[in-house]
């Protein structure tokens, strides 16, 4: 297993996640909605919105896992975000950087990830929009860019928590 790298920017990574003041919160219908979604369009098992502190992935919204969060230095997700691009790995078990991985080898037996990082307007990638699947496949230009679209509306949602309402609408 390889443990995915720190990012360059980590200071500011973690800050900017911090500001969102979204760690450890309850579960909201707004994201679950999203990966409740997700989990149907792409008829996968396990689809998750990840943000990454600085020892643990936390889960704000998940299908398919019961645990809320698993240790960073394992995660998928950690190497997913040192790119702005979906990281697709159709076989995690042919993969070097994940194929002695735990979660490959045990429960919940990672074949597929598919992980959209969650980019701030500021630049930094909190997290992730994951898709997980026990079995290997690919995803097409199609699939992509509906993960693309999923992970912008988390993205929206995450960033506008505290939006004040629009005091008039074009009166």
Known sequence: MIKAPIPDDEDDRLYALRQLLILDTPPEERFNRIVSFAAH?????IVLITLLDTERQWFKASVGLDVCETARDVSFCGHAIMSNDTMVVADATKDARFSDNPFVLEDPQVRFYAGAPLTLASGQNVGTLCLIDNAPRTMDAVGL??????????VEELTNQFREPAEHYGR
């Open 145 to 154: 860019a509906i993960l693309a679209a999923l992970r912008d509306l988390a």
């Open 41 to 45: 369009e792409f008829d996968v098992p």
